[in-house]
């Protein structure tokens, strides 16, 4: 069954974009990421042209994201201090990558600082969480107790920079300065490179500031909502790329994905849900990796850059 | 030797008053294709009789027919991804100001045979000839064959740019009958139609006519408040957003 997207300009099969919301709503749901660069590629994949296909999926991240923080704030497992200074940050950062975004335009290198970062921060982050989790297999395997997570009155040396605050649900007393660094940084990624975040503040959480688990996905999920939706109607605004009819079949098969996938989370072990999430990163960043290394098959591309009426 | 070029300008003047005898006369199945939800492309057929008087003289070797289509204008850029070091970037590019989306050239026989290539080029008749135009890209000079012939195979292989030596058919000596395919990814806007008839390699008449494709309905509505009330639209979409993510949550809440 087909159905033509009125901004896209297009049709598209129903089924196929139902299927593909649910898988990207439920990895989203079961790691507490928007999904935003697994969803992307896969919408210009379909040949919905790129601007349509970053500013609509921003749609269903705000639908299925906002599923999972209505659920963990009936769990309880939101913090809602340290989500609201991610939140508050993450704008500030996204007006420094904006600025950023145009002049990297303007120098005429824009694809290629998008594609070395997404490179980067992927494998980067992808296995420095691939490292710490075989290390977490290996002492389990040795038969040696697990460390502790974290024992009394042990942290960090940043955590224990001025202005500190104390973030009961996450169990966490702490500068509050690495954490508005962090959400500089966040909002800062994601407006250069159009995505939420979500996998940069889940790792962030987890390993630097030691948040468990459970807490980390809602508090995530939070802040992904909020710049997301921001996000979603600057696009509306600014380039009139959101496709409504696209978003909804995106949202409605999200959602549910996201539901499942939330689900499956909760029984999920926690250094399982590591190695899970180490994979997934380093996959998505060798996959882009390769398509800048490897020979394209075609090397030419066209771009519109406006259409003359 | 000038005289002899004023004899041969007065000899071709005179020949293409008398080609003028004949008369195209073309019509379109449809001017206004409107495009509904369950769009998926379509197909336009162009018809077209050949008017003699009395005086023309016989054609010895039959008519031929060139049917070209234009979709929109696009100001299209091609990039050309190259190593440099382990990478391969973007590159070299070569920027075509105003080509159309979508480009079909119909014709009764292979375009070669029909006329020559100069006449081709001149008159931009067919595919090669309307890409290769010299005032097809902006940035002259250099090498810009590549991104032309990457421009028709990428076009191609959209189904947006196509010739077909047997789209157009006579039904009797004088009246033919073209199909044009429109792919459902052809985009809304004005498609010029240009029709030209041949005998023996000459131009003898031609006719210019156009159709519209357009959104209806629901499609036509969303696109004008995307675009005149687009804080709205970003709102609304928004709240459909928040909305139904509040209702999966409502309906699984039973755990």
């Known amino acids: 069954m087909q159905i ?271 190695f899970l999430l180490a994979i997934l990163l380093l996959a998505v960043g060798l996959r882009f990796g390769l398509e800048l290394v490897l020979k394209p098959e075609e090397p030419f591309s066209i771009s519109v850059q406006e259409v003359r009426t | 030797m000038r005289a002899f070029g004023f004899l041969l300008i007065l000899l071709g003047s005179l020949t293409s008053t008398m080609v003028e005898a004949e008369t195209l006369i073309t019509s379109l199945s449809n001017h206004r294709v409107l495009i509904n939800s369950n769009y998926t492309g379509t197909q336009i057929a162009v018809f077209g009789a050949i008017e003699r008087d009395a005086q023309t003289i016989a054609r010895a070797t039959g008519y031929d027919v060139v049917v070209t289509v234009r979709g929109p204008r696009q100001f299209l850029t091609v990039r050309e991804k190259q190593r440099l070091g382990l990478v391969w970037i973007n590159q070299d590019q070569q920027k075509f100001p105003s080509v159309p989306a979508y480009l079909s050239v119909m014709t009764s026989r292979p375009i070669a045979e029909i006329t020559s290539d100069q006449l081709r080029s001149r008159q931009k008749i067919g595919l090669d000839a309307i890409v290769n135009a010299p005032d097809a890209t902006l940035v ?38 073209a199909g044009v395919p429109l792919p459902a990814i052809a985009p809304p806007g004005n498609y010029e139609v240009d029709v030209t008839l041949f005998a023996d390699t000459v131009i003898l008449a031609r006719t210019h006519t156009d159709f519209e494709l357009v959104k209806t309905g629901f499609e036509e509505r969303v696109g004008v408040i995307a675009h005149d009330w687009s804080l709205t639209y970003g709102l609304a979409t928004a709240a459909i957003a928040l909305f139904f993510g509040w209702l999966a949550n409502a309906i699984f809440r039973r755990d």
């Open chain 1, 4 to 274: 033509y997207l009125p901004i896209a300009e297009m049709p598209v099969s129903v089924l196929l974009i139902l299927g593909m919301g649910a898988a990207v709503g439920f990895i989203s749901g079961l790691f507490g990421i928007g999904g935003g660069f697994l969803m992307t590629p896969l919408l210009i994949f379909l040949g919905i042209p790129p601007a349509v296909a970053v500013a609509t999926q921003s749609a269903q991240i705000v639908a299925s994201s906002t599923t999972s923080v209505l659920g963990a704030l009936r769990r309880n497992a939101l913090d809602h201090k340290l989500g609201a200074i991610l939140v508050a940050g993450g704008f500030v950062g996204s007006a420094l990558g904006v600025w950023f975004f145009a002049a990297a335009r303007r120098a005429g290198q824009l694809d290629l600082v998008i594609v070395v970062s997404y490179v980067t921060l992927f494998t980067v982050v992808g296995s420095l969480m691939l490292k710490e989790s075989i290390r977490e297999f290996w002492h389990r395997r040795k038969g040696g107790a697990v460390r502790p997570r974290r024992k009394a009155g042990e942290h960090a040396p940043y955590l224990g920079w001025p202005l500190r605050m104390r973030f009961y649900r996450s169990k966490l007393y702490a500068s509050v300065i690495p954490i508005v660094a962090l959400s500089l940084f966040i909002g800062f990624a994601g407006a250069l490179l159009g995505i939420g975040g979500g996998f940069i503040v889940v790792p962030a959480l987890l390993y630097i500031f030691r948040v468990p688990t459970n807490v980390v996905v809602g508090t995530s999920q939070l802040q992904i909502v909020c710049t997301t939706l921001v996000a979603l109607i600057l696009h509306a605004v600014t380039n009139q790329a959101v496709d409504m009819v696209l978003a909804i079949l995106l949202i409605v098969g999200g959602v549910f994905g996201a539901q499942f996938g939330a689900r499956m989370g909760r029984h999920l072990r926690a250094e399982l849900f590591r």
């Open chain 2, 140 to 177: 002259r000079g250099g090498t810009d064959k590549p991104f032309r012939e990457a421009l028709l195979r990428l076009k191609a292989q959209e189904g947006l740019y196509l010739e077909d030596e047997r789209g157009v058919t006579f039904l009797t000596p004088d009246i033919f009958r």
